[in-house]
């Protein structure tokens, strides 16, 4: 079973930066599609960043810029370093994991004030 935690999150004044870190549990980090998500109140979660095993990465047109996504498979920990935060940017951020299925962690509420 696949256990992943985020953490990292926390209050933050517009245009400050935060660093989110996703550990996963179990040896299959490494060969792992990783991903942040995100889910503001009131909204379905979206995709803010993904990495594929091989550290390609991909990202929502609204971070393109601000946030990096990177990965450690050494310490089975991915990151997202956030930068130029925005009010926009609130809401609770969670990591998935994909490999043979989908497992997602419990979410970690950032909140950027204005």
């Known amino acids: 079973q696949v256990q992943l935690v985020e953490s990292g999150g926390g209050l933050v004044q517009a245009g400050g930066p935060l660093r989110l870190s996703c550990a996963a549990s179990g040896s299959i980090f490494s060969i792992s599609f990783m991903g942040w998500y995100r889910q503001a109140p009131g909204k379905q979660r979206e995709l803010v960043a993904a990495i594929t095993r091989g550290g390609n990465t991909n990202y929502a047109d609204f971070v393109k810029g601000r946030f990096t996504i990177s990965r450690d498979n050494a310490k089975n920990t991915m990151y997202l370093q956030m930068n130029s935060l925005k009010p926009e940017d609130t809401a609770v951020y969670y990591c998935?994991?994909?490999?043979?299925?989908?497992?997602w962690g419990q979410g970690t509420q950032v909140t950027v004030s204005s």
């Open positions: 998935r994991l994909e490999y043979m299925g989908n497992y």
